[in-house]
Each structure stands twice: as C-alpha cells, then as structure tokens.
C-alpha cells in the first residue's frame, strides 16, 4: 500500500509540475514574499513566511528542543535551499494556520488536503504526498463501514481539518466534537467521552504509540484519502510555479525519497525487488554451499579417523563387545563435535536477528522513561483537578505508580535478552572473561524473582522465599548469576503439574567451607537417574516438544563454573527436584 502512494505520489508532482510550468513560466532573481497576488514587489522583503500544524507527526511538530521538525519541514527547507529562497517556518494551531494564510499574513503553509472547497481559497503545487483518513474507536467497538453508519454518535474530529469540512457538509453539524489537534482528539476519545473520531491514519498511529494510547483501535482505515501539499494564498502562482520547480528537482536529485524514507518510508514495509532477491538468494547460497562441503569432506574425514581407529581396537581387543562399545563412543563424541561445529554457524545469524529487534527496545526506553515522566506531572494536574479516571483500563491511581515499573521491567528484560544472546555466543566461541566484583545474592536472587514474578505467579499458588541475614559478599558477575537463578526458578516452574504444588527458594552461608548456597526445590514431576546425568549437556532437554533447547542448564553450568561454583542436582520422579548453586565468598 505505501509503494502505491508513493507512485501515485510521484506520478501527481510530475502532472502538476508540467501543468504550472505550462500555466506560468519561473521567475529568475525574485525570492516569493507572498505580498501579493502575483509574488513580491520589488524593494519590499523577500521573506517567505511559511507555517504548519505543530502536532501532525511524522509530517510537521514540535520537537523536544522546541524546534520545527517532519516531513514537510524538512522538505520545505530543501525546496528553500535549490531555489535560493529565504524561508522562516513558524508552526502553530491549524485553525490559525489555515486562517492566517487566506487572510495573507503568512505566504504559504506547510501541509494542506485538497478539498473543492478549499480550492476556491488556496492554490496547491504538487502533491507530495497522498494522507488516508481512518475512523479509531476504543477497543471493542464494532468495524464501521462508512461515515453514514456514524449518524447519531458523537464523533470528534481535528478543528478545520479535510474530514470536519465533509462532515458538516454531510450534516453532522451536531453530533461533531472539535479538537484542536489529532493528539486532542484521540485523547479525548481514549478517555470515553465520545464515541469515535475520524482522523488522519498515519499522524493518529503515531500519536497512539507515543502516548501509549493502547485502548483505541481503528474500525476502519481508509475512510478517505487525499492529495496533500503545500498551500499558498489564491493567485500566488509565482510561488505555486517556484515550489513545484524545487520539488521536481529534489526528485531528480534523489533529495525527495531520502526525506521521504527518513520521515515516512521507515513506516512502511520494505519490498524486495526480484533482481534483489535472486541477488540475495544466490550470495546466501553460495556461501552455504561451500559450507556444506567443506562440513561433508570434514565428516567424512573424522569418520574415517573413527573407522582407523575402530580397527586398531579391533586388533588389540580380543572381546567383541569392548571393541563394540569402544565403536559407539566414538561415535557419540563425533555426533556432539558435528553439533558444537554447527552452532558456530546458526549463532552469528540467531544473534543478529534477535538482536536488530531487542536494539530497538533499548534504545527506545530511555525516551519512554523521559517521556512518562514528563507526561506524568501533567497526569497528576489533571487527577487533582478532575479526579481519578481510566489509564490503560486502570485507574490512574493505581497505574500511576505501576507504568514506571513496567518500564524498568521492560528495560530490565531488553538487557537480559542481550546478556543471554552474549552468553550463546560465549558458548560457541570464548570470549574474555566477564567483569567480576563482589556483590549480595540475597539482591540478585531477589531481583530475578521479581523479573519472573508472572511465570511464578501462573505456575504455582505456593512460592516461598527464605534469605539468610548478613550473607558475605560473593565474588562474580552479579548479572550473570542472576541469569543461572531465573534459568533454574523457571525450570521448576515448568516442572510443576498443577498450580497446587510449591517452590521453594532460600540462601544459606555455609561457614566450614567459605561458600553462599542457594537451593531452589520444586514439588514438581521429578527427573529419572538416567536424565539427570545428562542435564547440562548443550542441546539436551526433555521439554523439545514444548520449545526447549537444551541450552538454558548448560549456560548456567558454564557461568557457574566461570565463578568457581559448583551446581548440582538431586531428583526422584513424582516428588520433585532440588538443584543446589554454591558460590565461593570474596
């Protein structure tokens, strides 16, 4: 859908390039003022004053810093810099943008709907950019069809904007609710006051996601779409002619799809052309190929070895079955070394795609946090002004406190997941040894339950948690040993049958032998002798149908042993398991 828009985008700017430079040819030397009808009069300021709506993301808002930012403030000031053109943007209210422009106090606006009423005010260049329209209610309401099937609701709508011009044209005249920007009126629908609002898709998602506005949906996206552009006051074609002569240049030079991309292509789904794909295809073959064979002509070699080796057993061992187990030996460490030699090769890849995603949360974390604090203080205004009300499906009360947690929690789970995927790469490739320096296991035992608390909470009714006072200081990486203590009260969780059964977690000081102990047991169905041997081993698991890898009990083992620990385990089936983690103190 957005390469579409893209096109016909593109296809509209080059029409209305061709019919103004038909209509009117581009004045040489003169800078548009917007003066008059016809641009400047000589002597007088050649300033083009321009303005926009300062909050209509990712087109045209204020920034953090205070400063006019989007899509068409950056396209306006490349159009200003290829046609040497002195422009000073101001954003405001939309509904004194789009009356001071018809009043001529300012030259040009930043963005404007093509709408036939409008066209009798403001003249339009060239599209360059084509806004669809959505109807967003709140979770639950019903898909609509149509803005008749609105009739009888109270539905907000953006003060003087493209689709508050059709509506009172249609006559809801009565039932409209105005806002004076999209961010008021998904506020205000968000808050159950009304019942719908019909806004802007892109600007409205945007607005959504920022203010975690996540009880309104839309029932229905493309209510309506329209041309949109830059606007200048009726008659001023010399600044109409400029602006589309800047734009067409932006686009032969590329300029245009760089602002485009930067601002709204990051939007969209990225489509692969089929010369790119094969292109891709192949350079991943290739590669894969090569690997295949070098893999074949490897194995081939060590089961040669294997096979040499078989016989000079053959020749030393008189009893068969000797030789026989010497044989499946071999065999077996053949396998594991095929294995370990293949997880050299899915880690880079697993690695990078978890991740390019988990990058993304951590990144945008510190500017939720910054951003829920400064929301928060006007939340609170607003709450002792008007009293308590609803917060994502909450009271404000209770969520008030509850959202930083949430975000520290997430924040929390986004490092984890990158200390995990480090730890996967350690296991296939060493790496330097992690930072040690002594730390309370008490605290780290303490902040993995809190990391978990949800899975605790759906496995088991009974969780019981003992830490012994005045615990020494143990010597590691308190990170690392915090994820050895999720990975074992997680394994107990999944153990459990039923919620009915417990877990029990406690730290003790073992004084005669230097070490902090932490034992987690769980009433759960217990592990056989035989499994139990093997319970460390990368890739073993008893859990593969339900998703596991095998390599959660073989990290831990592998960080325990880094700090010197030791990590045990002691199980009967039916009646439950306790593994022990003992750490030597600083």
Same mark, same amino acid.
């Given at each position: 859908?957005?390469?579409?828009?893209?096109?016909?985008?593109?296809?509209?700017?080059?029409?209305?390039?061709?019919?103004?430079?038909?209509?009117?040819?581009?004045?040489? &030397?003169?800078?548009?003022?917007?003066?008059?009808?016809? @641009?400047?009069?000589? @002597?007088?300021?050649?300033?083009?004053?321009?303005?926009?709506?300062?909050?209509?993301?990712?087109?045209?808002?204020?920034?953090?810093?205070?400063?006019?930012?989007?899509?068409?403030?950056?396209?306006?000031?490349?159009?200003?810099?290829?046609?040497?053109?002195?422009?000073?943007?101001?954003?405001?209210?939309?509904?004194?943008?789009?009356?001071?422009?018809?009043?001529?106090?300012?030259?040009?606006?930043? &963005?404007?709907?093509?709408?036939?009423?409008?066209?009798?005010?403001?003249?339009?260049?060239?599209?360059?950019?084509?806004?669809?329209?959505?109807?967003?209610?709140?979770?639950?309401?019903?898909?609509?069809?149509?803005?008749?099937?609105?009739?009888?609701?109270?539905?907000?709508?953006?003060?003087?904007?493209?689709?508050?011009?059709?509506?009172?044209?249609?006559?809801?005249?009565?039932?409209?609710?105005?806002?004076?920007?999209?961010?008021?009126?998904?506020?205000?629908?968000?808050?159950?006051?009304?019942?719908?609002?019909?806004?802007?898709?892109?600007?409205?998602?945007?607005?959504?996601?920022?203010n975690k506005l996540s009880n309104l949906v839309p029932v229905n996206k493309n209510i309506a779409s329209y041309k949109f552009s830059f606007a200048v006051r009726k008659g001023n074609h010399a600044l109409q002619s400029r602006l589309n002569e800047g734009l067409a240049i932006l686009i032969k030079?590329?300029?245009?799809?760089?602002?485009?991309?930067?601002?709204? &292509?990051?939007?969209?789904?990225?489509?692969?052309?089929?010369?790119?794909?094969?292109?891709? &295809?192949?350079?991943?073959?290739?590669?894969?190929?090569?690997?295949?064979?070098?893999?074949?002509?490897?194995?081939?070699?060590?089961?040669?070895?294997?096979?040499?080796?078989?016989?000079?057993?053959?020749?030393?061992?008189?009893?068969?079955?000797?030789?026989?187990?010497?044989?499946?030996?071999?065999?077996?460490?053949?396998?594991?070394?095929?294995?370990?030699?293949?997880? @050299?090769?899915?880690?880079?890849?697993?690695?990078?795609?978890?991740?390019?995603?988990?990058?993304?949360?951590?990144?945008?974390?510190?500017?939720?946090?910054?951003?829920?604090?400064?929301?928060?203080?006007?939340?609170?205004?607003?709450?002792?002004?008007?009293?308590?009300?609803?917060?994502?499906?909450?009271?404000?009360?209770?969520?008030?406190?509850?959202?930083?947690?949430?975000?520290?929690?997430?924040?929390?789970?986004?490092?984890?997941?990158?200390?995990?995927?480090?730890?996967?790469?350690?296991?296939? +490739?060493?790496?330097?040894?992690?930072?040690?320096?002594?730390?309370?296991?008490?605290?780290?035992?303490?902040?993995?339950?809190?990391?978990?608390?949800?899975?605790?909470?759906?496995?088991?009714?009974?969780?019981?948690?003992?830490?012994?006072?005045?615990?020494?200081?143990?010597?590691?990486?308190?990170? +690392?040993?915090?994820?050895?203590?999720?990975?074992?009260?997680?394994?107990?969780?999944?153990?459990?049958?039923?919620?009915?059964?417990?877990?029990?977690?406690?730290?003790?000081?073992?004084?005669?032998?230097?070490?902090?102990?932490?034992?987690?047991?769980?009433?759960?169905?217990?592990?056989?002798?035989?499994?139990?041997?093997?319970?460390?081993?990368?890739?073993?698991?008893?859990?593969?149908?339900t998703g596991g890898t095998g390599l959660g009990l073989s990290v831990s083992a592998g960080i325990v042993k880094e700090h010197g620990g030791l990590l045990e385990f002691a199980s009967e089936p039916g009646t439950g398991t306790t593994v022990t983690l003992s750490l030597p103190t600083?």
């Amino acid at each position: 859908m957005g390469f579409v828009i893209r096109i016909v985008s593109a296809v509209c700017l080059l029409l209305g390039l061709a019919s103004s430079c038909l209509a009117s040819a581009p004045v040489d &030397g003169i800078l548009v003022g917007g003066q008059g009808d016809d @641009g400047p009069v000589p @002597g007088r300021s050649n300033i083009i004053r321009v303005s926009g709506n300062r909050n209509y993301p990712p087109y045209e808002f204020v920034d953090k810093n205070g400063q006019p930012a989007g899509f068409t403030v950056d396209l306006v000031r490349a159009v200003a810099e290829v046609m040497g053109m002195d422009v000073r943007i101001q954003l405001n209210e939309w509904s004194k943008v789009r009356s001071d422009l018809a009043a001529g106090r300012i030259d040009m606006s930043l &963005g404007m709907s093509h709408t036939p009423e409008r066209e009798a005010f403001f003249d339009y260049p060239s599209p360059h950019s084509i806004v669809q329209h959505a109807i967003f209610a709140r979770k639950g309401t019903p898909p609509v069809g149509s803005l008749e099937e609105l009739r009888g609701h109270k539905v907000i709508v953006f003060r003087d904007g493209a689709m508050h011009d059709r509506l009172k044209l249609l006559g809801f005249g009565d039932d409209l609710v105005p806002a004076d920007t999209v961010a008021d009126a998904l506020r205000l629908l968000a808050s159950g006051r009304c019942d719908y609002t019909v806004t802007a898709l892109l600007p409205s998602m945007y607005i959504i996601r920022e203010n975690k506005l996540s009880n309104l949906v839309p029932v229905n996206k493309n209510i309506a779409s329209y041309k949109f552009s830059f606007a200048v006051r009726k008659g001023n074609h010399a600044l109409q002619s400029r602006l589309n002569e800047g734009l067409a240049i932006l686009i032969k030079t590329g300029q245009y799809q760089q602002i485009y991309d930067k601002w709204l &292509g990051v939007l969209e789904p990225k489509k692969v052309s089929w010369d790119k794909a094969l292109q891709y &295809g192949a350079m991943t073959l290739f590669p894969l190929v090569l690997l295949l064979a070098g893999t074949f002509v490897w194995s081939r070699s060590l089961q040669n070895r294997v096979n040499q080796r078989t016989r000079e057993l053959a020749l030393e061992v008189s009893e068969k079955e000797r030789a026989l187990e010497e044989l499946r030996l071999h065999q077996d460490k053949l396998v594991q070394a095929d294995k370990l030699a293949s997880l @050299g090769i899915l880690v880079s890849g697993v690695a990078h795609e978890i991740n390019n995603p988990n990058g993304l949360i951590l990144m945008s974390m510190p500017i939720l946090k910054e951003s829920q604090d400064a929301v928060s203080k006007v939340l609170e205004d607003y709450c002792r002004e008007h009293g308590d009300f609803m917060c994502g499906q909450l009271p404000y009360s209770r969520m008030r406190n509850r959202i930083p947690a949430l975000l520290h929690e997430v924040h929390e789970g986004a490092k984890r997941i990158k200390r995990i995927v480090d730890d996967l790469k350690d296991f296939a +490739r060493q790496s330097d040894a992690a930072s040690m320096e002594p730390f309370d296991m008490n605290d780290v035992v303490q902040a993995a339950t809190r990391l978990i608390e949800s899975s605790i909470r759906k496995a088991t009714r009974g969780f019981t948690a003992s830490y012994a006072d005045d615990l020494p200081k143990v010597m590691g990486n308190a990170q +690392r040993i915090e994820q050895v203590v999720v990975n074992l009260i997680l394994n107990a969780c999944q153990a459990l049958p039923d919620q009915e059964r417990r877990i029990f977690v406690s730290t003790s000081f073992e004084r005669k032998q230097g070490k902090v102990v932490l034992k987690v047991r769980d009433e759960g169905i217990g592990i056989d002798s035989e499994q139990l041997l093997h319970l460390t081993d990368p890739f073993y698991t008893t859990k593969r149908e339900t998703g596991g890898t095998g390599l959660g009990l073989s990290v831990s083992a592998g960080i325990v042993k880094e700090h010197g620990g030791l990590l045990e385990f002691a199980s009967e089936p039916g009646t439950g398991t306790t593994v022990t983690l003992s750490l030597p103190t600083a």
